[in-house]
């Protein structure tokens, strides 16, 4: 189930990413998100990350890759992008996620995903919503590359 999250999340931030210059700015940001896995119980998580130009291009290359399995479809506008993923599993399964982030300026992100994972003919619907804001150049004790993440 983590790596289906992972999924999810990599082909949320896939459009974004394919951009040369980085459209935010560099330093600490801060991404709250809730997530609802079916259960009817939202999770609540906030991560701080240190996004510098390394990182920025190590997040481009590493979206640009093939997934095995995947198809992803992104559909850029003025301030984001839209986005649809298609992946199958090798049991058979497959999972939908489609979604969009804004780019409200360079400083404010918002993002949202809907996805539809089919095991064995039940369906799972899952749902996530996240607002990521810049907290300054200064990066403190958060290093490039390694995310400080809490579990509310």
Sequence with gaps: ???????????GCSGILFAQTAPVKMGLWEKKMTM????????????????????WQEMVGNMSKQRE??????????????????????????????GSETIQDSEHIISQS???????GQKREMESKSTS????????????????????
């Excluded at 983590?2 to 990599?10: D, G, K, N, P």
């Excluded at 809907?114 to 064995?120: G, N, P």
């Design 69 to 98: 399995g995947c198809t992803v479809d992104n559909v850029k506008n003025a301030r984001g992008y839209t986005f649809t993923a298609t992946c199958k599993t090798s049991d058979g399964s497959t999972m939908v996620t489609s």
């Design 133 to 152: 804001t810049f907290l300054g150049v200064d990066c403190g004790k958060i290093k490039p590359g390694e995310p400080e993440t809490e579990d509310n």
């Design 1 to 11: 189930m983590r790596s289906l999250v992972v999924i999810a999340a990599l082909a």
């Design 114 to 120: 809907h996805t539809t994972m089919t095991t064995h």
């Design 36 to 55: 609802d896995m079916g259960n009817g119980t939202p999770r609540k998580i906030a991560a701080k990350s240190c996004i510098t130009p390394e990182t």
